[in-house]
């Protein structure tokens, strides 16, 4: 059938034949300088991205300027001199994935020994035992899904130079028998003490206990490695390679292409491909052993914190959460009802029908119809904005937009959650297995993808409701285990403010403490608790009056008296403050009580509103940091000491861990929970951990 298909368009087919063969012949005489990015029309970018909302882009567009050397609204700066106690990054050289430089890659291609026979397996698995040092690993699979993926090949190096392949699963060409490759293969690889090193090993972890093995004594994982060097930092096995080794690698997709799986390519190919990949996770090892040996700081995060908890991560992940399907589409059908309610509400507000998922028709209604002020919207395409930013600064101003903000939270709630949770639960398990990112937040904070499970919300009842549809095992009880104002306990350490102190020594409630200081009297309602409950949390994110004013729904000469008086009565953190601004703008970094680093470069090229956005950033960053660091290392205290109840930990959102145990364990591991999170690190004031358990995560909280 191609034979006469080629007959019938031999034109066509010589043509195309033409058009994909590539002239290496051409005469071409290229200037490479004159092929670099050099700045942007702003002129024509600006409107464009205001009519296209693209607002983030418009917020970069100024340092894109300045990285690429286009024209710019402020003066240029010169280029910051590094310190002899940092690790200073230029602006080009920290955007790598803006800025490129012709000629930096080096040409590498490794060793690479097909293991296919049985005698080249026997004699690959003598090589294997004699090498006692550090070896390099890399499972081929045929999706993102560790639980889910099959196993298609397996490769290692030991030296950096060659790289084995061991053929699996491939849909042509000579496999290895899969079952003798795992049993030769297991107790290497159950045995601690034979030192090994993956890329993303949480991903292998559980690949190969889909297998059947339990992986052991992984000593280095250069991504993880690359997140505590600079978390801003890209963190990709190319990138690595790319910035600390001048190799560029191939990518996966470029391999595998669309609609193929890997194990549908020539042994061949993916020999090359998996080689490249352990011959460049090994050569990272001692590269980034050594910047890590430059801030050893850094090096014992590494060790103690972030290789400790991926094998915790991994398992939890495995386990999953269980949902109740029967219960959300209850309450599937019951936002229905909601939502056709608020429809028919919006519609006798306005006086006409209209579509509240249009923009155009909701435009026309509130700035057209309803003549609200168009000043506090910008104009788009469609007319004016009526986002989520657009519609709070309107909602005093006509009840219609209240109901239409309540239409927006009601439908998000059921689109991103009741509706969207019963469709991810894996039908082997009958439970949600989200992933836990280690290596995403500037902050340290883990992070959860596939679904989100961290950013399920709380404030509302109806969002509260979602969490009742997380349930444990059945018969057994699901527990949240929640630090108590753990960021305000790191402020009192940090900022050694007295008042603080001493409340969070003798236990008192610090909002209410906080409420009679600023009020100057003995006795403060709920709400003024709830307002200092504000104004605590929201100094540590650097709020100031406006906000603060909005948020706790009083006028803004109230809000800036709080302010006022809260600076007078707490002027230790007011001071930590100022310290660690001057502080990031002599170094360009902030640090932890534990030594993570998070950098901000670049401070003093950026606008008024750009620089002081990330000094406030860079004030909350050691107490964010420093609770995020406290939690993970309370998760692998708890972890390692749940290993011989049946009990297990599910899920973590924040300063919250989420377990389900069974009852008969209950009296057991009660107090293990507070035990390890109480006293996974010491401050100057006590840990404290709110521990509440029920038939579901609503009754938990």
């Known amino acids: 059938a191609t034979g006469k298909k080629l007959q019938a368009d031999e034109e066509?087919?010589?043509?195309?034949?033409?058009?994909?063969?590539?002239?290496?012949?051409?005469?071409?005489?290229?200037?490479?300088?004159?092929?670099?990015?050099?700045?942007?029309?702003?002129?024509?970018?600006?409107p464009l991205f205001e009519q296209l909302e693209f607002k983030s882009f418009l917020r970069q567009l100024e340092r894109l300027q300045r990285l690429f050397g286009g024209v710019t609204r402020l003066p240029p700066q010169p280029e910051p001199q590094p310190s002899s106690s940092d690790n200073y990054i230029p602006a080009r050289a920290s955007e790598d994935d803006l800025w490129f430089d012709f000629g930096e890659a080096r040409v590498f291609e490794p060793v690479v020994e097909i293991v296919q026979t049985a005698e080249q397996w026997e004699a690959f698995?003598?090589?294997?035992?004699?090498?006692?040092?550090?070896?390099?690993?890399?499972?081929?699979?045929?999706?993102?899904?560790?639980?889910?993926?099959?196993?298609?090949?397996?490769?290692?190096?030991?030296d950096g130079e060659t790289a084995y392949y061991l053929p699996l699963r491939h849909t042509t060409g000579q496999n290895l028998l899969e079952e003798q490759v795992l049993a030769g293969l297991k107790p290497y690889w159950e045995d601690a003490g034979r030192p090994k090193v993956f890329q993303n090993a949480k991903y292998d972890r559980l690949v190969l206990r889909s297998a059947g093995i339990e992986?052991?004594?992984?000593?280095?994982?250069?991504?993880?490695?690359?997140?505590?060097?600079?978390?801003?930092?890209?963190?990709?096995?190319?990138?690595?390679?790319q910035n600390h080794l001048q190799i560029a690698m191939g990518s996966y997709t470029a391999l595998v292409g669309k609609g193929r799986?890997?194990?549908?390519?020539?042994?061949?190919?993916?020999?090359?491909?998996?080689?490249?990949?352990?011959?460049?996770?090994?050569?990272?090892?001692?590269?980034?052993?050594?910047k890590l040996a430059e801030v050893p700081r850094l090096g014992e995060l590494l060790k103690a914190i972030e290789?400790?908890?991926?094998?915790?991560?991994?398992d939890m992940e495995w386990q999953g959460i269980r949902i109740d399907r029967d219960y959300l589409k209850e309450l599937s059908t019951e936002l229905d009802r909601d939502l056709q309610t608020i429809e028919q509400d919006s519609y006798r507000i306005a006086g006409e029908n209209f579509n509240l998922n249009s923009p155009k028709q909701l435009s026309d209604v509130l700035f057209g119809k309803l003549g609200l002020s168009t000043k506090k919207s910008r104009k788009t395409s469609l007319g004016y904005s009526t986002d989520a930013a657009v519609l709070e600064k309107?909602?005093?101003?006509?009840?219609?937009?209240?109901?239409?903000?309540?239409?927006?939270?009601?439908?998000?709630?059921?689109?991103?959650?009741?509706?969207?949770?019963?469709?991810?639960?894996?039908?082997?398990?009958?439970?949600?297995?989200?992933?836990?990112?280690?290596?995403?937040?500037?902050?340290?904070?883990?992070?959860?993808?596939?679904?989100?499970?961290?950013?399920?919300?709380?404030?509302?009842?109806?969002?509260?409701?979602?969490?009742?549809?997380?349930?444990?095992?059945?018969?057994?009880?699901?527990?949240?285990?929640?630090?108590?104002?753990?960021?305000?306990?790191?402020l009192a350490h940090l900022t050694q403010e007295d008042v603080l102190l001493k409340a969070f020594q003798t236990d008192d409630d610090v909002h209410t403490l906080t409420a009679r200081l600023l009020l100057g009297k003995p006795e403060v309602s709920a709400d003024e608790r709830r307002?200092?409950?504000?104004?605590?949390?929201?100094?540590?994110?650097?709020?100031?009056?406006?906000?603060?004013?909005?948020?706790a729904g009083v006028g803004q000469a109230v809000a800036e008296s709080f302010i006022s008086a809260y600076k007078q009565r707490y002027p230790n953190i007011?001071?930590?403050?100022?310290?660690?601004?001057?502080?990031?703008?002599?170094?360009?970094?902030?640090?932890?009580?534990?030594?993570?680093?998070?950098?901000?470069?670049?401070?003093?090229?950026?606008?008024?509103?750009?620089?002081?956005?990330?000094?406030?950033?860079?004030?909350?960053?050691?107490?964010?940091?420093?609770?995020?660091?406290?939690?993970?290392?309370?998760?692998?205290?708890?972890?390692?000491?749940?290993?011989?109840?049946?009990?297990?930990?599910?899920?973590?959102?924040?300063?919250?861990?989420?377990?389900?145990?069974?009852?008969?364990?209950?009296?057991?591991?009660?107090?293990?929970?507070?035990?390890?999170?109480e006293n996974a690190f010491t401050l100057c004031v006590p840990l404290k951990v709110e521990i509440n358990s029920g038939k579901n995560w609503m009754e938990a909280k």
């Open 307 to 314: 290789l400790p908890l991926e094998p915790v991560l991994a």
């Open 531 to 551: 307002l200092a409950k504000t104004l605590n949390y929201g100094i540590v994110y650097g709020m100031g009056a406006r906000r603060f004013a909005r948020e």
């Open 574 to 677: 007011f001071t930590y403050f100022e310290q660690t601004r001057r502080l990031v703008l002599e170094q360009g970094y902030v640090e932890t009580i534990l030594g993570r680093r998070r950098y901000f470069h670049d401070l003093e090229r950026q606008g008024q509103r750009e620089r002081e956005a990330m000094l406030r950033a860079a004030v909350n960053a050691p107490i964010q940091g420093t609770a995020s660091d406290i939690i993970k290392l309370a998760m692998a205290r708890l972890h390692a000491k749940l290993q011989k109840y049946a009990s297990r930990l599910l899920l973590q959102v924040h300063d919250e861990l989420v377990l389900e145990v069974p009852p008969q364990e209950w009296d057991q591991v009660l107090p293990l929970i507070r035990e390890e999170m």
């Open 394 to 490: 309107l909602r005093d101003d006509h009840p219609l937009v209240e109901t239409l903000l309540n239409y927006r939270t009601l439908s998000k709630l059921k689109s991103t959650y009741v509706d969207a949770l019963p469709q991810l639960v894996n039908p082997k398990t009958d439970r949600v297995h989200t992933d836990f990112n280690q290596t995403v937040t500037t902050t340290g904070r883990l992070s959860s993808s596939n679904p989100n499970l961290q950013n399920i919300p709380v404030r509302t009842s109806f969002s509260r409701r979602i969490r009742r549809g997380f349930v444990p095992e059945p018969g057994w009880l699901l527990v949240a285990a929640d630090y108590s104002q753990i960021e305000l306990r790191i």
């Open 261 to 290: 799986t890997i194990d549908q390519l020539s042994i061949d190919q993916v020999a090359r491909y998996c080689a490249m990949d352990v011959v460049c996770t090994y050569q990272l090892l001692p590269v980034l052993e050594a």
């Open 125 to 158: 698995l003598a090589l294997l035992a004699a090498h006692g040092g550090p070896v390099a690993w890399d499972t081929e699979t045929t999706g993102l899904d560790p639980i889910a993926a099959r196993l298609v090949g397996i490769g290692c190096s030991w």
């Open 215 to 241: 992986l052991a004594g992984v000593v280095f994982d250069p991504m993880l490695a690359s997140y505590v060097l600079n978390p801003e930092a890209g963190h990709s096995l190319q990138a690595l390679a």
């Open 12 to 46: 066509a087919a010589r043509h195309s034949y033409w058009m994909a063969t590539i002239q290496t012949d051409v005469p071409l005489v290229a200037d490479l300088e004159a092929c670099r990015l050099h700045g942007f029309e702003a002129d024509v970018l600006v």
